[in-house]
């Protein structure tokens, strides 16, 4: 899968527990490059850090 500079930006903030506005957690959940808590928290997936992680290097 191929991110936008969007996209990249919403795993980077969720990343870094940013806030991120609520249609772009679900972006990234139903991606699969999130979860998301029963309490609100979302954290990244393996795979969102994978994306993450690999446009750090």
């Known amino acids: 899968m191929q991110l936008t500079a969007q996209q990249q930006r919403i795993l980077e903030d969720i990343q870094a527990t ?3 506005a609520q249609e772009d957690a679900n972006w990234a959940v139903e991606a ?10 979302i954290d990244l997936t ?3 850090r994978h994306y993450v992680d690999s446009s750090q290097l």
Do not use: I, S, Y
């Open 18 to 20: 940013r806030p991120v």
């Open 32 to 41: 699969g490059l999130a979860a998301q808590g029963e309490d609100g928290d």
């Open 46 to 48: 393996q795979q969102g």
